[in-house]
């Protein structure tokens, strides 16, 4: 199993237009792909008010190119949110292992 962690850093005063983006459709559409486990998205708390981010556990490498493509190690940037975007990360890591519920 594969980790994606995603983030993304926002222009200022974006925040909660791209906000009810990320919850309401990005999320939505994520959730929909074959081969997605699990998948969090995560607002700012305490640290930077424009920096979100998304880790999703995916089963393989073809299940990622299944929702991203054969480009699959860059970020895929939905159109309707591509101009509130700054810049992004995106890492890949081997699952370890789990805990909770």
Not at 72 to 94: G, P
């Amino acid at each position: 199993m594969i980790l994606r962690q995603f983030q993304v850093t926002i222009h200022e005063g974006k925040e909660k237009e791209f906000e009810k983006i990320f919850r309401d459709e990005i999320l939505p559409m994520v959730k929909a792909h074959e081969g997605l486990y699990w998948v969090a998205a995560g607002k700012p708390w305490n640290g930077e008010p424009n920096v979100f981010c998304m880790t999703m556990l995916w089963r393989d490498l073809e299940a990622i190119k299944g929702f991203a493509g054969e480009e699959w190690a860059e970020a895929r940037i939905e159109s309707q949110e591509a101009h509130l975007i700054k810049s992004t990360r995106l890492d890949h890591f081997e699952l370890l292992g789990t805990a909770g519920p």
